[in-house]
């Protein structure tokens, strides 16, 4: 039988599979008669023994009668790949063992045809971008049965990269219609559930794996970074943008199609900048258009689920980065008034976590402000959870709605961004362009005259609030910060510590004793202060050392608050 007869057969039988009850008598004929096809694929299949890289030039405008051929050879073949999960497990080794024989050739004709070979000539109207999608995507779903030739091809995982971060390049976007929307969804599929982790057993016929049990294949990602040239932050931007483009495609109305493309898009951007490829510095683009992603899914029907996709991978976003710039730049751009709406909406646990991790970041000042602009900020105890996983008592959110209105109120009250010198003869809008913040972080100076002119007032002042003592990795604003934050609570927590220091064992009655105070700010409400002896005093009397300490899942840092007597702590 010619070899396009067999490959109308092969799509013919594995299509006929789709109706039949798995135990049927047709459903087993049927399969006898594909397996019969696939042990004779040297017949069957013989247009793929040919070299697609050995043909002529005229070949590669895609017409010619070994490139059609090939081409349904590949056809059938991705029909068989896709059949229901029932009839695949009972055909599954056959399928490997067709694919094992046929794997150079298969990856050959797939590169052969693969659009990053046409596009911007005119036969990139003739290249099979549905057929190379799919086969592509079918393919992956045998990585964890053939774990070997997947290590020894990384071309397969170029081809595959390449197509998922150029889609949009590749396909006609406006005028996409469903079936290669579909394809895009595949290509999601395969990357999310195969491509980027280890083959294990588990992953055979299709079967997916949890994430957290995954290892990351590092063949697939050196392959993904070789995709973008090794420019991560531009990965990120293309995945984001593609995602804004699936979220256009798949609103219909007022409800969300084919959600799960858009959810594995996502999906595939938290994982990412969680576990395998983050980065210290997320782009502001990528930030911001994730934050409008979510504020147009809550406008839709079905949104709010992807929503929820997508607020994870901000979230991994906050956790990873080396600063505070993708949080604040996301509070800038209204994602806590959205995570709210989506609290309230569906009350999951990512929501919860989100509103955790801005209200332990609030102790940045940038932060803060950002917090202060979007007019919400004293809404995240009611969506915060507690360690037993349930929402907070009415007083511990009232504390912490306290809590930041205090500090809210702090920052509003101290870093003014106006040129501290009362003499000043700039206008607001040059003394803004060239403002300077001086050592000690309270006040800012135009030009270094105004700051000359003002330090016989500043000067006390100024050695007042200089930071000392600090560690860890913190910003000489938030520091300070942070110093201040202590002294004030210092103030409202001193006979609590002199009660506490009163209960300390004193070893050494004639030498006055150095008194340590730690008042850790990485909780909110911050937690009563741990007091202990430090050591002998460096003066003729007790002293207390009053440290300001931050603990956050990212990093620690702490700073001196205050060193003063302890009678003078029994002034306050």
């Excluded at 059609?68 to 055909?91: C, K, Y």
């Excluded at 505070?324 to 008034?337: E, F, I, K, Q, Y």
């Excluded at 109120?409 to 001086?438: D, G, N, P």
Aim: with cysteine.
């Amino acid at each position: 039988m010619p070899s396009v007869e067999k490959d109308h057969e092969l799509c013919v039988l594995a299509n006929k599979l789709r109706d039949l009850d798995v135990s049927s008598r047709d459903a087993r004929n049927v399969r006898n008669r594909i397996k019969q096809v696939l042990h004779s694929h040297r017949r069957s299949l013989a247009d793929l023994n040919v070299d697609p890289f050995a043909l002529e030039s005229s070949h590669w405008d895609l017409q010619s009668l070994p490139v059609s051929g090939a081409l349904m050879n590949l056809e059938a073949l991705e029909e068989v790949l896709v059949i229901p999960d029932a009839h695949f497990e009972l055909l599954l080794q056959p399928i490997l063992s067709c694919v094992r024989d046929l794997w150079p050739s298969i990856i050959s004709w797939l590169d052969f045809l693969h659009p990053m070979h046409h596009v911007g000539t005119p036969r990139m109207q003739l290249a099979p971008l549905e057929t190379i999608t799919r086969l592509i995507s079918s393919l992956f779903t045998l990585k964890g049965s053939l774990p070997d030739l997947f290590a020894d091809t990384p071309r397969i995982y170029r081809l595959i990269f390449d197509l998922w971060v150029r889609f949009d390049i590749y396909c006609d976007m406006p005028r996409m219609n469903d079936t290669l929307h579909a394809c895009v969804g595949r290509l999601g599929y395969a990357v999310l559930g195969y491509a980027i982790w280890t083959p294990d057993k588990e992953m055979d016929g299709g079967a997916t794996m949890e994430m957290d049990k995954r290892t990351e294949d590092s063949v697939a990602l050196h392959a993904l970074l070789g995709v973008v040239r090794y420019r991560r932050r531009f990965l990120y931007r293309q995945i984001v943008r593609q995602s804004h483009i699936l979220l256009r495609l798949s609103v219909s109305g007022n409800a969300v199609r084919n959600d799960i493309i858009l959810q594995n898009q996502l999906a595939i951007l938290g994982v990412l900048s969680e576990r395998l490829l983050s980065i210290p510095h997320y782009p502001r683009e990528v930030v911001s258009r994730l934050v409008r992603i979510i504020q147009e899914l809550l406008t839709v029907t079905g949104g709010p689920a992807i929503a929820h996709t997508a607020t994870s991978a901000l979230h991994s976003m906050w956790r990873t980065s080396g600063d505070r710039c993708s949080l604040v730049w996301s509070l800038r751009a209204g994602v806590l008034p959205a995570i709210l709406t989506l609290r309230e909406i569906e009350p999951i646990r990512h929501s919860a976590n989100s509103l955790g991790l801005i209200s332990l970041e609030a102790m940045s000042v940038d932060v803060l402000r950002a917090l202060d602009s979007s007019g919400r900020a004293l809404d995240i105890a009611g969506g915060v959870l507690g360690l037993d996983e349930k929402p907070l008592e009415r007083k511990i959110q009232a504390e912490i709605n306290q809590n930041l209105r205090d500090r809210i109120a702090l920052i509003r009250s101290l870093y003014k961004k106006t040129c501290a010198y009362r003499l000043c003869t700039s206008s607001v809008e040059q003394a803004r362009a060239t403002l300077r913040r001086c050592s000690c972080q309270t006040v800012c100076y135009c030009c270094k005259q105004c700051q000359r002119r003002d330090w016989p007032t500043h000067r006390r002042a100024c050695r007042e609030n200089q930071v000392i003592a600090t560690h860890g990795d913190i910003a000489p604003l938030d520091a300070h910060f942070l110093m201040l934050c202590g002294r004030a609570r210092l103030r409202s927590l001193a006979p609590d510590i002199l009660a506490e220091i009163s209960r300390l064992p004193v070893t050494a009655p004639d030498v006055p004793p150095c008194f340590h105070v730690v008042l850790d700010f990485g909780v909110i409400p911050p937690a009563m202060p741990e007091v202990s002896v430090m050591g002998a005093s460096d003066t003729r009397e007790a002293m207390v050392w009053v440290t300001s300490f931050l603990h956050l899942p990212t990093r620690d840092a702490a700073v001196r608050a205050m060193y003063i007597p302890v009678r003078m702590l029994a002034a306050f």
